[in-house]
Nanobody, 127 residues
């Protein structure tokens, strides 16, 4: 019914940049206003919020990435991107695209409030 496919992960040196992309498909995306964004999970840690962009264009970011990461999206194409600049070794993680219906409610920061997830893409930042 809903599929999220990420691309763009890889290995980069500290201070470098990467851009992740996520393409969404499925009838839900053409029927409802959706919030789309990103979470990440480092080895041995819980999945954590990175950033989100609502259907109306509002953005929310984790404090750890503010000023370095930017979430953008194309509502017409059902795509969302994560531009990551000034990367640090602590940004190393599997990054997941996530989406939820706007009307669902609940905190954008909580993984439990997202119904749709991509398969994840690895980002490794070397020191």
């Amino acid at each position: 019914q809903v599929q999220l496919v990420e691309s763009g992960g890889g290995l980069v040196q500290a201070g470098g940049s990467l851009r992740l992309s996520c393409a969404a498909s499925g009838r839900t995306f053409s029927s409802y206003a959706m919030a789309m964004g990103w979470f990440r999970q480092a080895p041995g840690k819980e999945r954590e919020f990175v950033g989100i962009r609502t259907f109306g264009g509002s953005t929310y970011y984790a404090d750890s990435v503010k000023g370095r990461f930017t979430v953008s999206r194309d509502n017409a194409k059902n795509t969302v991107a994560l531009q990551m600049n000034s990367l640090k070794p602590e940004d190393t993680a599997v990054y997941y695209c996530a989406a939820r219906r706007m009307e669902r409610g609940g905190s954008y920061y909580d993984t439990a409030n997202y119904a749709y997830w991509g398969q994840g893409t690895q980002v490794t930042v070397s020191s």
